[in-house]
C-alpha cells in the first residue's frame, strides 16, 4: 500500500474501500476440490466409454446370446475360447506378425534416422518420410492389396528383375500372406517412430558430441555410445504407442487378407469382430473381449506405466 | 493500514524447513530489506506474504488482520518476481494493465493509471507504445522489461 | 588428408544411398497409386500390370457422381471438428489440474486418462455397438463424434498438459497476486501461451479420428453416416470387384488437407505423437 501514496490520489480506486478493508474469504473446501472438478467432466466421460463397456462385456461373456435371447451358461463361453484352436492361432498371430513388424520398423527407424538427422537437408526428408503415415490405414491397405494380390505388381517386378519365374500367390503360403501384413504396416508405420527419433536425436546436447569427436569416437561409436543409451526412454515411449497399435491390427486383415490362408493371419482384433459381427455369437465374442482386456490391463501397468514415467524424465 | 506482522511463522516441507519461527514487525510505509544466502527462506517467506505458499505454522497479519486464509488473489498484494513474470501473450501495456482488469477498475481509468505506473519506474512512452508482446522467459531480455515488471507492481 | 577426405565423401555417398532408397520406397507407392487413380479402370487389373496407363478422370466422375461424395465429406468433416471440439472443452480443465495442482490420486487419474489409449477397440466394439443401439444412435454422426472424442481424449489431454508443464511457475503467481482466479489464469494466460500446444493436440486428434476404422464400421451403415474411411473401403461393389481408382481418389483428397496442415506443425510433430513424452 506504500505504492498508493506514491502514486496519488488517482490511483486509491484501486484498493477501494481502503480505511476499514475486508479481504474477501472464499470457501476452503471448494478450493481443496477445485482440481477434481477440473478433471472431473473429462474422467467422466472416459469412464462412461470404459467403464460401461466393460462391464457389459463381462455380463455378457457369461451368456449365449441368440439376437435378443440371453441364456445364462455361466463360464462356458471362457471354457470353449480356451479350447478354441482359433482363438490361440489369433493370439499367435497377433504377436507374430506385430512382432516382426516391430522389431522392422525400429531397426529401419533408428537406421534412417541416424543417417538422416546431421544431414542439411533433414527438413526435406522429414517431409519426404512422413507421406505414408498421413495416408488412411484403410487406404494405405488397399495400396498393398493392389500390389500384391489383385494387380500382381510385385510378382511382376520380382519376375522383372528376375528374382522369381512365375507369380506369387501372395494369400497362399502362411508366411507370404503375413509379409504383406508386416510389409503394408512397416511401409505406413516407420515414419511414426523415424520422427520422434531424430527429434530425439536433434534435441541431444550437442557439446556432449563435440567432447565425444574429440574423444576420437566416429559418429557410428557417438551413436551407438551416447546417442542410443541417451534415447533410450523415448525409444521407450514410442515402442509402447506402436506395439499397442499394432497388437490391436485391424484394418489391414479386414482389407487386405480377411484371416487367409486358413486364419493364419487372423489377428485378435479381427477374431472378435468375426465372431461377434460376422457369426453373431455375442457372448463369445464378449469373452474373447475380457480375455484381451486383461492381457491390455496387465501390460499396461507392466509396460505403459513404466514407459512413461522414464519418459518425462 | 498495510501494518505486517509475521508470527512465528515456520513452512516445512516434509522433513525439510523451508522457513524457521520467523517474527517480523513492518509498519507500514516502512522499507525493509532481508538478506541472505540462497535457500535460507528469504523468498519463501515473502510468497508466504503474498499468500502463494502457506505457511505450516504461525500467524500472518495485514493492518492486524489475519491473512492465513485468504487467497493471493484477494491480498492486494504486490511482488516482483525473480523471472519477471510478464505474460508473454500481452503487450507491455497489456501487462501492466492486467491488474487493473482482474481488479475490476473502470476502465475510463485504466490509461491514465497505466501511464502514471510507467513514469514511474522512468521507462515512459517506450511501454505505451510498443505493441510487441513481451518474450517467453527464456527468449531474448529486453531492457525495459524489469521496469515493466516493476510497473505492473504500482498500484 | 587426402584419404580423410575421400573417406568422408564415401560415407557422404553411402548416406544418401540409404536416405535416397527410403525416400523411394516411401514415395514410389504414393506416385503409383495416384497413377491408378488417374487412369481407366480396364487399365488396373490386368493380364499384365501397366505403368504408364492413359490418363482418365473416371474415377472423379464416379466418385461425384454414382456416389455421395458429398455425404462422406460431410460425415467426416463434422464428426471430426465436433469430437475434436468436444476433446479440448474435457481435456485443457483436465490437463491444467493433472499439471498444476497437487492432490491426491492425481498420479491414478492421470494414469487412468493415459491408459484408456491402451484400450482395443475391438474389446469395448461390441457393447459400444449396443449401447449406441439402444441410445438409438447407430448410423448418426453423433455416435462418431463420441467415440471419436473418447478415443482422443487420453492423446490430447496428455499433450497439453506437457505443454502447460512448460509454463514457468512464476507467471501463474504472478497473475495471481494480481489477483487473477483460477480459471481467469487458465483462460487469459495459459490457454494463449500454449496455443500451438493446443493445435497440435487437436490437429493429431483429428487425424487419428480420420483413421478410425473398426466403430466406425460398426456404427455406419448407409451414407449419413459413411465416413471416408470406411466408404472407401465399401467401393468394392458386387460384380464390379474392387474399384481401385476410385478408392486411390478418395485417398487422395482425404490426403491433401491432412498433409497440408502436418507440415504447418512439423515443429511439434514428434511431441504431439509420443503424448508430451519427447520434447522435440
Request: one cysteine or more.
Amino acid at each position: 500500500m506504500t505504492d498508493t501514496s506514491m502514486s496519488g490520489t488517482g490511483v486509491a480506486s484501486a484498493s477501494p474501500g481502503m480505511p476499514d478493508r475486508h479481504f474477501k474469504r472464499r470457501s476452503k473446501r471448494l478450493r481443496v476440490m477445485f482440481p477434481y472438478l477440473l478433471v472431473t467432466p473429462a474422467v467422466a466421460f472416459l469412464l462412461m466409454i470404459t467403464l460401461y463397456p466393460g462391464a457389459y462385456a463381462i455380463i455378457q461373456s457369461l451368456f449365449y446370446v441368440k439376437f435378443a435371447n440371453w441364456q445364462f451358461v455361466g463360464t462356458e463361453n471362457y471354457r470353449d475360447l480356451f479350447g478354441d484352436r482359433e482363438f490361440w492361432t489369433a493370439l499367435w498371430n497377433t504377436f507374430v506378425i506385430g512382432g516382426v513388424a516391430l522389431t522392422l520398423e525400429c531397426v529401419l527407424a533408428l537406421l534412417i534416422s541416424f543417417y538422416a538427422y546431421r544431414d542439411p537437408w533433414i527438413k526435406g526428408w522429414r517431409i519426404i518420410f512422413l507421406v505414408p503415415m498421413l495416408f488412411m490405414p484403410s487406404a494405405v491397405a488397399f495400396i498393398w492389396k493392389l500390389a500384391f494380390m489383385d494387380g500382381r505388381v510385385i510378382s511382376d517386378l520380382l519376375i522383372r528383375l528376375g528374382f522369381i519365374d512365375n507369380n506369387i500367390g501372395w494369400t497362399s503360403s502362411i508366411w507370404l500372406s503375413r509379409l504383406t501384413l508386416i510389409v503394408a504396416d512397416v511401409w505406413q508405420w516407420t515414419p511414426f517412430l523415424f520422427i520422434i527419433f531424430v527429434a530425439a536425436l536433434q534435441g541431444q546436447d550437442e557439446e556432449v558430441e563435440e567432447a565425444a569427436r574429440l574423444d576420437g569416437a566416429g559418429w557410428a561409436q557417438i551413436f551407438w555410445n551416447i546417442s542410443l543409451p541417451m534415447m533410450r526412454p523415448v525409444i521407450a515411449v514410442a515402442v509402447v504407442l506402436r506395439g499397442i497399435d499394432i497388437m490391436t491390427m485391424f484394418t489391414n486383415v479386414y482389407i487386405m487378407t480377411q484371416g487367409t490362408p486358413g486364419g493364419t493371419t487372423e489377428t485378435i482384433s479381427y477374431f472378435i469382430y468375426r465372431i461377434g459381427f460376422k457369426s453373431f455369437n455375442f457372448g463369445y465374442a464378449s469373452a474373447a473381449s475380457v480375455v484381451m482386456l486383461i492381457m491390455t490391463l496387465i501390460i499396461a501397468q507392466l509396460i505403459v506405466k513404466r514407459a512413461f514415467k522414464s519418459g518425462k524424465e | 493500514m498495510a501494518q505486517i506482522e509475521l508470527v512465528g511463522i515456520q513452512k516445512k516441507w516434509g522433513a525439510v524447513w523451508g522457513v524457521r519461527d520467523v517474527n517480523i514487525d513492518i509498519s507500514d510505509e516502512e522499507f525493509i530489506v532481508f538478506l541472505g544466502p540462497s535457500g535460507c527462506g528469504k523468498t519463501t517467506t515473502m510468497r508466504m506474504i503474498a499468500g502463494l505458499e502457506d505457511p505450516s505454522e504461525g500467524e500472518i497479519r495485514v493492518g492486524g488482520e489475519r491473512m492465513n486464509d485468504i487467497d493471493a488473489r484477494d491480498r492486494d498484494a504486490a511482488m516482483v518476481f525473480q523471472g519477471y513474470a510478464l505474460y508473454p501473450n500481452m503487450s507491455i501495456y497489456e501487462n501492466i494493465r492486467f491488474p487493473l482488469r482482474m481488479r475490476k477498475v473502470p476502465k475510463a481509468e485504466h490509461d491514465t493509471l497505466v501511464r502514471r505506473a510507467a513514469d514511474l519506474v522512468e521507462m515512459g512512452i517506450i511501454s505505451i507504445v510498443n505493441p510487441q508482446l513481451c518474450p517467453a522467459v527464456s527468449d531474448k531480455e529486453l531492457p525495459w522489461h524489469g521496469r515493466s515488471c516493476a510497473a505492473r507492481k504500482c498500484f | 588428408m587426402a584419404s580423410q577426405r575421400r573417406k568422408k565423401n564415401e560415407s557422404h555417398l553411402f548416406r544418401y544411398i540409404i536416405l535416397g532408397a527410403w525416400a523411394l520406397f516411401c514415395l514410389v507407392p504414393v506416385l503409383w497409386f495416384l497413377s491408378i487413380g488417374l487412369r481407366p479402370r480396364t487399365e488396373i487389373i490386368t493380364q499384365q500390370p501397366i505403368y504408364w496407363p492413359h490418363f482418365s478422370l473416371d474415377a472423379w466422375h464416379m466418385v461425384w457422381t454414382d456416389w455421395p461424395m458429398g455425404y462422406y465429406l460431410r460425415n467426416s468433416v463434422v464428426s471430426i471438428i465436433g469430437s475434436v471440439v468436444i476433446d479440448l472443452v474435457l481435456a485443457i480443465p483436465a490437463a491444467y489440474s493433472l499439471a498444476r495442482y497437487t492432490y491426491r490420486g492425481r498420479e491414478d487419474i492421470g494414469f487412468y486418462i493415459l491408459s484408456t489409449r491402451m484400450m482395443a477397440p475391438a474389446i469395448v466394439a461390441i457393447p459400444i455397438f449396443f449401447l449406441f443401439k439402444n441410445m438409438d444412435l447407430l448410423d448418426t454422426v453423433w455416435a462418431l463424434m463420441i467415440i471419436y472424442a473418447a478415443i482422443n481424449l487420453s492423446l490430447i489431454t496428455w499433450i497439453i498438459r506437457s505443454y502447460m508443464l512448460d509454463i514457468p511457475k512464476e507467471l501463474e503467481d504472478a497473475a495471481r497476486t494480481d489477483g487473477a482466479s483460477d480459471l481467469r489464469i487458465l483462460w487469459e494466460i495459459i490457454i494463449p501461451v500454449i496455443l500451438p500446444g493446443i493445435i497440435t493436440a487437436g490437429v493429431i486428434g483429428a487425424i487419428f479420428a480420420i483413421n478410425e476404422f473398426l466403430f466406425t464400421l460398426l456404427i455406419a451403415s448407409t451414407k449419413s453416416a459413411y465416413t471416408m474411411s470406411v466408404a472407401l473401403a465399401n467401393f468394392t461393389g458386387g460384380s464390379d470387384g474392387v474399384i481401385y481408382n476410385a478408392i486411390a481418389l478418395v485417398a487422395f483428397i482425404a490426403f491433401v488437407p491432412v498433409f497440408l496442415v502436418v507440415v504447418a506443425i512439423q515443429k511439434h510433430l514428434s511431441r504431439g505423437l509420443t503424448m508430451g513424452a519427447v520434447k522435440g
